[in-house]
């Protein structure tokens, strides 16, 4: 897949089937459109072309959304359209400017002359340019004009699976990571950096690899204990992670990731891994004591254990 990302000086050079949206997560809503491309793709003979936009755009044009948390980041998201057989992704650089592009301006300059749009797919409701005034009667009004295609994904194609990126981030925002999953059409995942810790779990028998997430944008998951996936170095574990303050051992309330990853001792420090959350276990706790803890962890390690088996 091509990428072309962090410009808007490009212009590709042949006929298209375009796309446009923010895809955060790539959901079913969004696999059902790239599957509609891939169709055209086979009837058409072209090449099929994701439009989508960094940063958010709702970061730029709405004052409160500011500190929005994405389900996935830039690189996240291409690995994901990277599945569905995309011929090129353009993340375009969206800015106050880019904007307060007319509705006509955006199909001109931006759909025509740089990405050479023949045959247009959108999702219900899409809006765009200045003030979100064009809408689809504007894109089949000016489809005349400047001779594309248009069609728009039914709203009962997309509300027969009841699914929107706002409302998966509500599910994996209060820890419901499975009803995330099942909207997703996948486990939800981080990446993260492997870093050095208190090296506490160790002396317990439960050895944990902290993490740290680079970019504050990426949502984190609803404090408490999952059952997770992580892979590391071409290999896929199991593990279960905590999400939380350990309010047990620690009393500076930092949120804190750590992941105990079964059936593994080798030191990633400084490795990037990453951690699929299959299911929520229970809230963080705190104990009286350590040896209250790891009877808990004893318990959540059998339950991991037992859920392999249906993953």
């Known amino acids: 897949m091509l990428v072309i990302q962090n410009t808007p ?19 079913l809503g969004h696999q059902k459109i790239l599957a509609r491309l891939k169709e055209l793709k086979e009837q058409m003979g072209l090449k099929t072309i994701v439009l989508t936009f960094d940063p958010h755009p709702r970061k730029i044009i709405t004052t409160h959304q500011k500190d929005l948390k994405l389900l996935t980041l830039v690189d996240e998201k291409l690995e994901l359209l990277r599945k569905y057989e995309v011929d090129a992704t353009v993340v375009y650089p969206f800015s106050k400017a880019f904007s307060q592009l ?28 200045k003030d979100r005034d064009g809408d689809i009667f504007t894109l089949i009004k000016l489809s005349h004009t400047y001779k ?18 706002t ?29 050095e810790g208190k090296k506490l779990g160790r002396t317990i028998g439960y050895p944990t690899a902290n993490l740290w997430i680079e970019d504050a944008d990426k949502l984190i998951p609803a404090k408490g204990v999952y059952f997770v996936g992580v892979e ?22 930092a949120i804190k990731l750590e992941v105990n990853i079964f ?31 790891i009877e808990q962890l004893k318990l959540d390690e059998a339950t991991c254990l037992e859920l392999i088996s249906h993953y």
């Open 263 to 293: 059936n593994f001792s080798e030191s990633i420090y400084g490795q990037s891994i990453r951690v699929s959350f299959l299911k929520r276990l229970r809230d963080e706790l705190k104990f009286e004591s350590l040896d209250a803890l």
């Open 9 to 27: 000086d490009f212009r590709i050079e042949t006929p298209s089937i375009l796309t446009i949206g923010t895809f955060d997560g790539v959901h």
């Open 232 to 253: 590391t170095g071409g290999q896929t574990y199991y593990g279960m992670m905590n999400i939380g303050t350990n309010p047990t051992t620690d009393n500076d309330n």
């Open 102 to 129: 007319s509705a006509e301006e955006y199909v001109s300059d931006i759909l025509l002359k740089k990405l050479k749009v023949q045959h247009l797919v959108i999702g219900y409701d899409h809006k765009f340019g």
């Open 167 to 195: 409302r998966i981030r509500a599910a994996v925002e209060s820890g419901d990571v499975e009803l995330g999953a099942r909207f997703l059409g996948h486990h939800y995942f981080i990446k993260a950096l492997v870093v």
């Open 148 to 165: 594309f295609q248009v069609e728009e994904i039914p709203a009962k194609d997309i509300d027969s699976i009841n699914v929107s990126s």
